[in-house]
């Protein structure tokens, strides 16, 4: 599907969104099997295991320690790895337990980490992922009472690009490689410890790191995955939502972006009710919206939402930060591939491109509680809406999700203009009449109280 034509127009206009720079995976399944660039990648995975197994950044002197240790847990968790033959465990765990490290530059030499078997790879990829990434979404989603807290905290630990790589199309996980590993990494942390004192990685039984393995806590298992995709879903959503929202079906899923598709899609039913082709030429604005008598309000459910009821507007909230445009084009990419009938976020972006058109509009939409976030001019967020507008032909997508009730509201917006056109017009004809005929009134009450003066 990441050869199709479709994809290669979307993603060579902006490469940059779609594939990841800093943490790659070989097994993705966007089909990313460079091992080169997967090698290039792997001492900072495992300076990041090494993080978070000790709770200390790691320096030169641990990195030998920290790559071994993750070579050693995936290889305990290659054995579990679904779907692949005897042969190829055997080779993962021959492969972890005769790898040579040595103190140089670069401990462990390109050349054996792209000569590495598949399964030992998706193992790192799927240890990485389960210990570092979720694990700590996890932390920081529980121990912060909003979602800018624990974003702000789990971005500063991880870096904006790392997040960004873990959501983007080229690179997702398969989801049953994650649900595999999670009931045994912990298991196979700690089993890492033998061979580390085999094979002298550690001083001894006194080394701190030894301490830190026997230690070493997942903090939740299989069992807990669906509050741990609610917190993943809700740290990604590019709408706003007050509670994480755990999305149904996760098993179905095949990775962590569909599931994100998963949680921000309302049901079929609203979807096909509410879908219809796109109508040419401007509509309204936001700021024409906010002066004129249809109401607008904010649904805060988490979902892609987009209802026009009489003579109100209800719309799911904008959340806005560094990663909403990856998300929003990584979702609509995801659609597109998959021939998604109603495209739920390409529908309700289109929708946000049309009430969009300047930084008065932006302002507009905060007003209504429709943007949330934070920019530093409103012009930023334009930019964004219009670089993914150029990105998608809308129109060629045929019906989308909430077509038809964006053609609603502009059918009431423009009988209520016109209406109110036809009401000013006799008011300004009356208004003027009223004061040519009080005008001799008035100068004839003037001249006589100056006579009496």
């Given at each position: 599907?990441?050869?199709?034509?479709?994809?290669?127009?979307?993603?060579?206009?902006?490469?940059?969104?779609?594939?990841?720079?800093?943490?790659?995976?070989?097994?993705?399944?966007?089909?990313?099997?460079?091992?080169?660039?997967?090698?290039?990648?792997?001492?900072?995975?495992?300076?990041?295991?090494?993080?978070?197994?000790?709770?200390?950044?790691?320096?030169?002197?641990?990195?030998?320690?920290?790559?071994?240790?993750?070579?050693?847990?995936?290889?305990?968790?290659?054995?579990?790895?679904?779907?692949?033959?005897?042969?190829?465990?055997?080779?993962?765990?021959?492969?972890?337990?005769?790898?040579?490290?040595?103190?140089?530059?670069?401990?462990?030499?390109?050349?054996?980490?792209?000569?590495?078997?598949?399964?030992?790879?998706?193992?790192?990829?799927?240890?990485?992922?389960?210990?570092?990434?979720?694990?700590?979404?996890?932390?920081?989603?529980?121990?912060?009472?909003?979602?800018?807290?624990?974003?702000?905290?789990?971005?500063?630990?991880?870096?904006?690009?790392?997040?960004?790589?873990?959501?983007?199309?080229?690179?997702?996980?398969?989801?049953?490689?994650?649900?595999?590993?999670?009931?045994?990494?912990?298991?196979?942390?700690?089993?890492?410890?033998?061979?580390l004192l085999d094979q002298k990685f550690v001083s001894g039984e006194s080394d701190p790191l030894?301490?830190?393995?026997?230690?070493?806590?997942?903090?939740?298992?299989?069992?807990?995955?669906?509050?741990?995709?609610?917190?993943?879903?809700?740290?990604?959503?590019?709408?706003?939502?007050?509670?994480?929202?755990?999305?149904?079906?996760?098993?179905?899923?095949?990775?962590?972006?569909?599931?994100?598709?998963?949680?921000?899609?309302?049901?079929?039913?609203?979807?096909?009710?509410?879908?219809?082709?796109?109508?040419?030429?401007?509509?309204?604005?936001?700021?024409?919206?906010?002066?004129?008598?249809?109401?607008?309000?904010?649904?805060?459910?988490?979902?892609?939402?987009?209802?026009?009821?009489?003579?109100?507007?209800?719309?799911?909230?904008?959340?806005?930060?560094?990663?909403?445009?990856?998300?929003?084009?990584?979702?609509?990419?995801?659609?597109?591939?998959?021939?998604?009938?109603?495209?739920?976020?390409?529908?309700?972006?289109?929708?946000?491109?049309?009430?969009?058109?300047?930084?008065?509009?932006?302002?507009?939409?905060?007003?209504?509680?429709?943007?949330?976030?934070?920019?530093?001019?409103?012009?930023?967020?334009?930019?964004?809406?219009?670089?993914?507008?150029?990105?998608?032909?809308?129109?060629?997508?045929?019906?989308?999700?909430?077509?038809?009730?964006?053609?609603?509201?502009?059918?009431?917006?423009?009988?209520?203009?016109?209406?109110?056109?036809?009401?000013?017009?006799?008011?300004?004809?009356?208004?003027?009449?009223?004061?040519?005929?009080?005008?001799?009134?008035?100068?004839?009450?003037?001249?006589?109280?100056?006579?009496?003066?």
């Amino acid at each position: 599907m990441v050869n199709s034509s479709a994809y290669a127009r979307i993603s060579n206009a902006s490469p940059k969104e779609f594939r990841a720079n800093s943490v790659v995976f070989f097994s993705a399944v966007g089909g990313h099997t460079d091992s080169t660039e997967w090698a290039l990648c792997f001492r900072p995975k495992a300076a990041a295991v090494y993080s978070a197994v000790t709770g200390e950044d790691g320096d030169e002197e641990t990195d030998i320690k920290a790559m071994a240790l993750l070579i050693h847990a995936a290889k305990n968790c290659a054995s579990f790895v679904s779907a692949e033959k005897k042969e190829e465990k055997d080779a993962a765990a021959a492969a972890a337990a005769g790898i040579q490290i040595r103190k140089e530059p670069w401990p462990l030499p390109t050349a054996a980490l792209t000569g590495l078997p598949e399964t030992l790879k998706k193992a790192v990829d799927g240890v990485y992922m389960v210990v570092v990434f979720l694990r700590s979404l996890h932390q920081s989603m529980k121990s912060h009472s909003n979602r800018e807290e624990a974003e702000a905290s789990f971005t500063s630990a991880h870096g904006r690009n790392v997040i960004l790589d873990i959501i983007k199309y080229e690179n997702q996980l398969p989801l049953p490689l994650l649900l595999t590993i999670i009931p045994h990494v912990e298991q196979a942390v700690k089993d890492a410890k033998q061979p580390l004192l085999d094979q002298k990685f550690v001083s001894g039984e006194s080394d701190p790191l030894l301490h830190s393995i026997t230690a070493f806590s997942l903090g939740f298992s299989l069992v807990d995955f669906p509050q741990i995709a609610g917190d993943f879903c809700h740290f990604y959503s590019p709408f706003f939502s007050k509670e994480p929202i755990a999305p149904k079906d996760f098993k179905k899923q095949t990775h962590l972006l569909a599931l994100l598709h998963c949680s921000v899609s309302p049901g079929k039913s609203t979807l096909l009710n509410r879908a219809g082709g796109l109508a040419r030429g401007p509509g309204p604005r936001a700021r024409d919206l906010a002066r004129s008598s249809v109401k607008v309000r904010a649904a805060e459910g988490g979902a892609a939402e987009v209802e026009f009821l009489e003579v109100a507007l209800k719309m799911s909230a904008l959340a806005y930060d560094y990663k909403t445009e990856v998300v929003l084009r990584n979702l609509i990419a995801w659609e597109v591939l998959n021939d998604e009938d109603e495209k739920p976020v390409a529908g309700f972006f289109r929708v946000i491109s049309e009430l969009i058109g300047d930084a008065g509009d932006v302002a507009a939409m905060k007003g209504f509680g429709l943007m949330r976030g934070r920019w530093t001019r409103g012009g930023e967020v334009v930019e964004m809406v219009r670089r993914i507008e150029d990105a998608f032909d809308f129109h060629a997508f045929g019906s989308l999700a909430f077509g038809r009730e964006i053609g609603e509201m502009r059918r009431f917006y423009e009988e209520k203009r016109k209406k109110g056109k036809g009401m000013r017009r006799p008011a300004v004809i009356w208004f003027a009449a009223g004061v040519a005929a009080l005008t001799p009134v008035v100068i004839t009450a003037i001249f006589k109280a100056r006579r009496c003066v």
